[in-house]
């Protein structure tokens, strides 16, 4: 289930990103077959290369070029709250329990790490035991979510007694070039 | 004559501020400040005065301050982060744009509209020479919302706030104290949760208030509410640099705008 999990987010993410490197690789394959503009001296190429139409998958990509050269000029088009919400990692993750998001600690006083990790509220974390100097403002962890926002009713209370922190287990630092973990924006 | 070259030295030399105004009232208009009640003043340059002072006003956004931000800015600081639907304050649905998993959303199209409202009002305020307090009584972001206040030339009051501040003033702080204009919070509670005494002192006074006011705040008494995040850093930076470069843009404004006027009334004079 977590791994299910991992691998979605990266991948609803990438979108249009991810078909760039194969759509160029296919256009520089499709230069090398079908010929420019026909030169004066080429008359009987262009007839060959004009009567060898796209079809298929090169046809839908011809298209689809045409598409994204016509639609880069109105880049000015405002997105709308409700799909800048929807694609927001911190709707992406759903359920905040037992979620792995990269964090950075933007604070620390003796043993205890303020952690950031994208949510409202930051989480407060132990330093652990070992390596214990690795552990300074700026370096990047990974962390295991409980909660989002500690909060609870208690007895004879109209509202919610809210801690402002969230919640949240320290992994350990960030191994570069890991491409497994999430980050929240 | 004597009466223009007076209220220009008054004017360049910034003490319109200065001016002590011994008077029982309560509080004093920033505008009615910059006269000298002595003069009696001449028709042209009450004419000037009032042009100064009404020309703004015809025009819904005369500071240009809708350029500052963009919804992706507001979204991207974390802005539309609420508490947990266990926290929310009744009088706070209408701004939410719905609840995810136990927190609450608040609607960003809202935000914007209420926030390019109060930024302009604070501009305004500005404008006429009125003094502004910031204040906000989370202990996080103290330090930051002082160093907004220094870096425009207003105030600020992160600190535990003694009763009597506002409704007490001519008494705790002399005859004839000069009151703020405007409040603006970061936060509108204090730090055990309950509504900051301000709100309730500054209606009092009649002193508009602007307030960030989260899921939990109760925005009634706020003039100028901005339903928004007031516990993330990246949130109060936005709303400290918004503030900031209003007030200063306000300012300039009216800088430039009173030396036109000079120049233009030295052309008038030479002619």
């Known amino acids: ?185 | 004559m004597a009466a223009r070259l007076v209220r220009r030295v008054v004017r360049s030399a910034g003490l319109e501020r200065s001016l002590v105004l011994v008077c029982p009232v309560s509080r004093t208009y920033g505008s009615v400040a910059a006269r000298a009640p002595q003069m009696a003043p001449a028709k042209e340059v009450q004419a000037d005065d009032e042009k100064i002072l009404t020309e703004p006003l015809k025009h819904s956004d005369f500071f240009h301050l809708a350029e500052l931000f963009t919804l992706k800015d507001l979204f991207d600081a974390r802005v539309h982060l609420g508490h947990k639907r266990g926290c929310r304050h009744r009088l706070m649905e209408p701004y939410l744009y719905g609840c995810r998993l136990e927190q609450d959303i608040l609607d960003l199209e809202r935000t914007v509209e209420h926030l390019q409202v109060a930024l302009n009002f604070t501009a305004h305020v500005a404008y006429r020479g009125g003094i502004i307090l910031f204040v906000s009584r989370n202990r996080q972001h103290a330090h930051l919302v002082e160093s907004t206040a220094r870096a425009c030339g207003e105030y600020a009051h992160t600190r535990y706030w003694h009763g009597g501040l506002l409704t007490n003033g001519h008494v705790q702080y002399g005859l004839g104290t000069r009151l703020p204009d405007l409040l603006v919070f970061f936060s509108t509670l204090n730090t055990v949760f309950q509504q900051h005494v301000a709100i309730r002192d500054a209606a009092k006074m009649n002193i508009p208030t602007v307030g960030i006011v989260d899921s939990d705040c109760n925005p009634s008494l706020v003039t100028y509410p901005v339903p928004g995040n007031d516990d993330s850093p990246a949130a109060l930076e936005l709303y400290c640099r918004l503030f900031r470069l209003t007030v200063n843009r306000a300012k300039d404004k009216r800088r430039q705008v009173e030396l036109l006027y000079q120049l233009k009334g030295k052309d008038e004079a030479r002619q």
């Open chain 1, 1 to 185: 289930m977590a791994a299910l999990y991992k691998a979605m987010p990266v991948r609803f993410e990438a979108g249009r990103s991810s078909l760039r490197p194969f759509l160029l690789s296919f256009r520089r394959l499709c230069s090398s077959g079908v010929s420019e503009e026909p030169g004066p001296g080429q008359t009987a190429e262009a007839v060959q290369s004009e009567e060898r139409k796209p079809s298929g998958f090169a046809a839908a990509f011809e298209l689809h070029r045409d598409l994204q050269q016509k639609q880069k000029p109105s880049v000015k088009t405002r997105e709308s709250f409700a799909s800048l919400l929807r694609r927001s990692p911190l709707v992406q993750m759903g359920p905040a329990k037992d979620k792995i998001v990269l964090g950075k600690i933007f604070h620390v006083v003796e043993d205890d790490l303020y952690i950031d990790f994208g949510g409202k509220f930051h989480c407060v974390c132990k330093r652990p035991a070992g390596e214990p100097e690795k552990y300074q403002r700026g370096v990047r962890v990974r962390l295991r979510l409980l909660d989002l926002e500690l909060t609870s009713r208690f007895l004879g209370a109209h509202t919610d007694t809210t801690l402002l922190e969230a919640d949240a287990v320290l992994l350990g630092l960030v191994e570069s070039g890991d491409p497994k973990a999430k980050e929240q924006s």
